[in-house]
T-cell receptor, first 116, second 113 residues
């Protein structure tokens, strides 16, 4: 098990372009989370999946953002018509519900998005 | 809304010192609390998780405590080393919100030789 992986690690895009990020959770972890972190701040929750179902979305997730987890394994986060304010680190985390007494979340290395 | 505050925001100490990082929160109804380490430009590494029924957890030179009644957690680092330099984040899981974490802004620690 190699842990949570994210791709790409860095993305530079021009304002108005669409970008898509991928997250591969720890295998057999049925819960997957997306967070966004800006400089000097702690991560903020964006959305959450249990298996393939998206169960919660933050108000931070505007209509330009969409996330999917089609087969309950990897997940994608798409941002349409990017804005400079979207520049941030996008973090993915996973957790197993078999570990219900602890509930530890494991994070990936993040995708750093820069919108110019 | 769960508010998580970490004090101090930054800390600079010489190698070998024992130090304490503080985390306070407004809602005592928590499921667990996690301490993370984040190196510049990197993701989060889990250090310790304390369940709501526990008072403390230890891992090597790290000890984390939890006092729900006062809304506080501390992370104690013994015999600090330059390699401990990083940002330390605490995060709460309220349980009722399906596991989403509420983070503080972190404490940026620098340990100089």
């Amino acid at each position: 098990d190699t842990g949570v992986s994210q791709d790409p690690r860095h993305k530079i895009t021009k304002r108005g372009q669409n970008v898509t990020f991928r997250c591969d959770p720890i295998s057999e972890h049925n819960r997957l989370y997306w967070y966004r972190q800006t400089l000097g701040q702690g991560p903020e929750f964006l959305t959450y999946f249990q298996n393939e179902a998206q169960l919660e979305k933050s108000r931070l997730l505007s209509d330009r953002f969409s996330a999917e987890r089609p087969k309950g394994s990897f997940s994608t986060l798409e941002i349409q018509r990017t804005e400079q304010g979207d520049s941030a680190m996008y973090l993915c985390a996973s957790r197993s519900t078999r570990d219900t007494e602890a509930g530890e979340q494991y994070f990936g290395p993040g995708t750093r998005l820069t919108v110019t | 809304k769960q508010e998580v505050t970490q004090i101090p925001a930054a800390l600079s100490v010489p190698e070998g010192e024992n130090l304490v990082l503080n985390c306070s929160f407004t809602d005592s109804a928590i499921y667990n609390l996690q301490w993370f380490r984040q190196d510049p430009g990197k993701g989060l590494t889990s250090l310790l998780l304390i369940q709501s029924s526990q008072r403390e957890q230890t891992s090597g030179r790290l000890n984390a405590s939890l006092d729900k009644s006062s809304g506080r957690s501390t992370l104690y680092i013994a015999a600090s080393q330059p390699g401990d330099s990083a940002t330390y984040l605490c995060a709460l899981d309220r349980g009722s919100t399906l596991g989403r974490l509420y983070f503080g802004r972190g404490t940026q620690l620098t340990v100089w030789p």
